[in-house]
């Protein structure tokens, strides 16, 4: 058990849905990144998330934001779906000294 | 920002055999070198890192080497065996306000017993 739950764990939306996904980080833990990892692809930072801000950003459109709680748990939503949006999303915690830096299971979307 | 590059894409060995990964990194201020082992439908999982203040580290049949003047790191892994099949990710910390992790493209490694 690698401590960061993801949920849902498989998820299929329309096009032109909203979806939110959800991460909490490992115990200790303090910032949330979150990634994007198409088939065969690496994954592909989105953002990442400390004292409940967003502190960067990667080369995703305003469809893509988030959120972090003061529990540190943070959420990702994807506003207007496309068919290209299907992926595997990866939520990775981590303390500022980047130790233990850990991937959740992931949430596979299906935008159909 | 950073981009990680990694060589080959493919690589298979027979079991007992060592494989070696090479990836190269473009930001010299990139200060930690994950490797990461993702399996079939599975998240992936850390197996070794490297920080810029080291020159080589170990674990058992792993090994990562990190050369900041060629801004290159591999990934050795000696006396391959079956369940060492997978696909392997290099990534690179981009350093003080670039807090992100920048993953190669991956390298399927598989090992034929």
């Known amino acids: 058990d690698a401590g960061v739950t993801q949920s849902p764990t498989h998820l299929i939306k329309t096009r032109g849905q909203q979806v939110t996904l959800r991460c909490s980080p490992k115990s200790g833990h303090d910032t949330v990144s979150w990634y994007q990892q198409a088939l065969g692809q690496g994954p592909q930072f989105i953002f990442q998330?400390?004292?409940?801000?967003?502190?960067q950003r990667g080369n995703f459109p305003d469809r893509f934001s988030g959120h972090q709680f003061p529990n540190y748990s943070s959420e990702l939503n994807v506003n207007a779906l496309l068919l290209g949006d299907s992926a595997l999303y990866l939520c990775?915690?981590?303390?500022?000294?980047?130790?233990?830096?850990?991937f959740g299971s992931g949430t596979r979307l299906t935008v159909v | 920002g950073e981009n990680v590059e990694q060589h080959p894409s493919t690589l298979s060995v027979q079991e007992g055999d060592s494989a070696v990964i090479k990836c190269t990194y473009s930001d010299s201020a990139s200060n930690y070198f994950p490797w990461y082992k993702q399996e079939l439908g599975k998240r992936p999982q850390l197996i070794i890192d490297?920080?810029?203040?080291?020159g080589e580290k170990k674990d058992q049949r792993i090994a990562v080497t990190l050369n900041k003047t060629a801004k290159h790191f591999s990934l050795h892994i000696t006396e391959t065996q079956p369940e060492d099949s997978a696909v392997y990710f290099c990534a690179a910390f981009g350093g003080y306000g670039n807090n992100r992790l920048a993953f190669g493209k991956g390298n399927q490694v598989v090992v034929i017993p």
């Open positions: 998330y400390y004292e409940e801000e967003e502190r």
């Open positions: 990775a915690s981590s303390s500022q000294s980047l130790n233990g830096y850990t």
């Open positions: 490297i920080r810029s203040n080291v």
